[in-house]
């Protein structure tokens, strides 16, 4: 059973950055797809960024091109990150990382908060003017 934990997050000014990290204590080997979601209050969760074995690149929602950036540490027991920059108001909600280990099969999509069989408990990112 694989644990995700993603770091605090907290309240920043717009323009601002803020980094997240997700931590999968014990995990030896990477999983096929990793992600972070993001979900506003009343709304559904949504694909923030995701990144698949298959690659070759990572997924970004269009609304975060450009300003923010997965990454993965392989030596650090795959731990994941979601560096945001130039923040705005409406990338404020509770952020979730993810982690799958099967490949995608028919319908299966990484965009899709479905797909995924772990998730942490969620940080909250609150962007003000």
């Known amino acids: 059973q694989v644990q995700l934990a993603e770091s605090e997050g907290g309240s920043v000014q717009a323009g601002g950055s803020l980094r997240l990290s997700c931590s999968a204590p014990g995990l030896v080997y990477p999983s096929y797809c990793m992600g972070w979601f993001r979900q506003a209050p009343g709304q559904e969760r949504k694909a923030v960024a995701t990144?698949?074995?298959?690659?070759?690149?990572?997924?970004y929602a269009d609304s975060v091109k450009g300003r923010f950036t997965i990454s993965q540490d392989n030596t650090k027991s795959y731990s994941m990150y979601l560096q945001m920059n130039l923040l705005k108001i409406e990338d404020t909600g509770m952020y979730y990382c993810a982690a799958e280990d099967r490949k995608p099969i028919g319908s299966d999509s990484e965009y899709d908060p479905t797909y995924y069989g772990y998730w942490g408990r969620g940080t909250q990112v609150t962007v003000s003017t």
């Open positions: 990144f698949c074995l298959s690659g070759p690149l990572p997924y």
